[in-house]
């Protein structure tokens, strides 16, 4: 196990860098951030570059890696960055990281050594934010939801099985279910209403026509790093050396369709049709300051398997919300609407646990699988990461600022999710956003 | 659409290769199969290649492509066949797939024109089987598991929900969920049993321990060929172009891990250890003969939605067997006992429309992907796909010829399945083999 308590200069609160948007308190990319993220220059057909955010730039790691500016960093990961995704750079590990980490950190720093060889190759290195095409950090190979929200899971099930909301293993294991990798597309992809097959109460028979219930669920994800062997679990002291940062996941839900297919195998076309992502991956070097403890189990909550027991602090407290914005409302140039705000913190399961319960039966991970929380939702309705559960199945529509009501998704809808942790001493660590647009079915 | 119904001189019966091993009535790989896989020469690091089957023989294709062997094949299927992995030709779809069919069928040919261009090249062009390392045929991207067989479902359904087998869904769709494509191994591999959650009945709460219901599920899998854009769902129409051909999958299953975790959300790490796939890919031009209307549907059920409403024939006759041999029955010599033979046109629901119905909401195909049937168990006892069924939970366990006794799987046991096809008046087409031994937990 990597020691994950490790803060080191790049994370110091007083750090700032040359880049003045990069000092703006209100930025989620301040230079002790530095998510990873893919990009090509909007507009052309340019091989994706693996890049770094800072303040309203990008830092292009493929030319740092080919100038020789990542000078304290090996051959390997200057080799790895130079990949079109992340993936190589995923599966090299925590020491790579952090001295990639450290040598961008250096190269951005108003105090840094090479801070005027970055200047000197100008916008050929470090392009503005608007002037890039985010793309997918990594090949995804493998995805899987979690259910890890004692809320959601309660709420959604006291709707579906009124008599048995919380169903006897969701203290003892993590539920969770494989989603579909090749449907995960980036912030900004428009979303087209889904059809699918449907079942009206009262109806004599399904129908397949367009979604009528389409909702989002608000979810963070983490990426893989090092991939486990095939038939060789990991534990929970080795859990986060797989685990390289997090991103925001909208796992758009067609809950009609879901609620017709889902039994018994879980659901299928009501998620498969699209699942959203942010563009920046957080590392978890970043996050470092926010690290906490994690959920605390309840008196009434049975024991933990020793499989699951934690032996480091392996919660973060992230800030989620979640905003709608109708095409009225982008056109009479109104704000979104927060329709919520949760925590990561409030989830009854770390990532930790998750990944090693993944693992359980010896299920070999890879570097560039993402695996997503499932609904962050608390116990305060203003904390509900979904409509399914704010509207609660429709019966108490939202009002929206144009005065038109949402029980679920209208098209035209923009859904906007963004993350990030703040506390006194430590600085501000950002997500981006995650956006999307509902196109009318046809 | 390109007609599927489309039989050419590859097809007949009376075609006979030069190599002898070809033309043996009981061999699966007849000049008139000519399955595609995966190979290397055993004991080398050699770059995988893309061949053929023909009798005991692998014939080398990128060797093929390069000698200027493969003459009427355009460029681009010659290039794609030079690759690792088949998901290039995949691609390309039926015309390339139909155009190197006839090719390598006139230089397996007895009366084959190009016949002694092969014989020339000698073993570097014409590999024993047994001197090949069989690989994984494409690199999975996301792999698919349904429930079509209506037996298979209420079997289980009656033991797991005796009020209630079958689910009102079950008839207007084909019930599938999104399976693990990391774990996706080829015949031959072992397969570790898994340490997992359990929750014993009587007991005060769930162990993490080594699986004790150990379980194989008989199932055949398609590989898709060419990909549908995001939000485009594949009509019934045209479904058949997607398809480039079948293997036998074995579904490995811990029931008892699977039993305690599956609510609400599906099978999770109950499947994802392992699953094995037969190592050639039988074509539907193959299987062209052995094609049929597909299942009937009984008078007492529900008319099908018109997107699911079959348009050609997309039925297929395979027989499927699975066999169980105990480390004693090997040691002594015996033959593996043969637990059941079923046949996929006991499916409730055909290929065609578990891929219409994946892409209903819009989900996206690409070349590679493996979609599997679920367990393919008939009416009768001796049809039954797995030992859950088979020794209906455990109470009924089978006794082995070596004198011992079954509810589920031993380490050590072998699980072998295979799958053909044959009539009177048409060449017998066989899949090979999925094995694997299981090796116990450690």
């Not at 369709?257 to 590392?283: D, H, M, R």
């Not at 929380?373 to 929206?400: D, F, M, N, V, Y």
Request: charged residues 20%; proline residues 7%.
């Amino acid at each position: 196990m990597t020691n994950l308590a490790h803060t080191d200069s790049t994370h110091e609160p007083s750090l700032r860098s040359w880049i003045d948007s990069a000092n703006d308190p209100e930025t989620d990319f301040p230079i002790q951030n530095l998510p990873f993220g893919v990009f090509r220059v909007a507009g052309t057909d340019q091989r994706p570059r693996i890049g770094v955010a800072i303040g309203e730039c990008v830092l292009d790691l493929h030319r740092c890696a080919t100038e020789g500016l990542l000078g304290s960093v090996e051959p390997e990961p200057c080799c790895a960055l130079s990949a079109t995704t992340l993936n190589d750079f995923l599966a090299l590990g925590r020491p790579a990281w952090r001295a990639t980490r450290a040598a961008v950190s250096d190269l951005l720093s108003a105090s840094g050594s090479r801070r005027s060889d970055v200047q000197a190759l100008g916008e050929s290195i470090l392009l503005k934010r608007a002037d890039a095409e985010l793309l997918l950090p990594a090949r995804i190979g493998d995805y899987t939801d979690f259910y890890a929200s004692i809320h959601h899971a309660t709420n959604v099930g006291s709707m579906f099985r009124p008599q048995n909301p919380l169903l006897p293993n969701y203290k003892h294991l993590p539920v969770g279910y494989h989603g579909r990798a090749s449907s995960i597309v980036i912030s900004g992809t428009p979303v087209r209403r889904p059809y699918g097959q449907t079942m009206a109460e009262g109806q004599p028979g399904p129908v397949y026509g367009p979604c009528r219930l389409l909702d989002y669920e608000l979810e963070m994800g983490f990426f893989v790093g090092p991939a486990n062997q095939r038939g060789r679990p990991v534990g929970m002291a080795t859990a986060s050396d797989h685990i390289f940062g997090l991103a925001i996941v909208n796992d758009w839900s067609a809950r009609d369709i879901q609620k017709w297919e889902y039994q018994p195998l879980g659901p299928f076309c009501a998620k498969n049709f699209a699942t959203t992502i942010s563009p920046w991956v957080v590392t978890l070097e970043a996050l470092e300051p926010y690290r906490n403890a994690g959920p605390r189990r309840g008196d009434d909550d049975p024991p933990l398997l020793e499989y699951l027991q934690p032996v480091q602090e392996m919660g973060y407290d992230i800030t989620v919300e979640a905003y709608l914005s109708s095409k009225r409302m982008r056109d009479e140039g109104m704000q979104p609407l927060r329709l919520s705000r949760g925590t990561l913190a409030d989830m009854y399961w770390t990532i930790a646990q998750m990944l090693v319960h993944h693992t359980s039966t010896g299920c070999n991970l890879a570097p560039g699988d993402l695996l997503a929380t499932g609904t962050i939702s608390g116990k305060a309705q203003t904390t509900r990461g979904c409509l399914l559960e704010l509207t609660w199945r429709g019966e108490k529509p939202l009002t929206l600022p144009d005065g038109t009501k949402r029980s679920f998704l209208d098209d035209g809808d923009e859904v906007i999710m963004r993350a990030w942790c703040h506390r006194e001493g430590a600085a501000r660590i950002g997500f981006g956003e995650c956006r999307g647009i509902v196109l009318p079915a046809e």
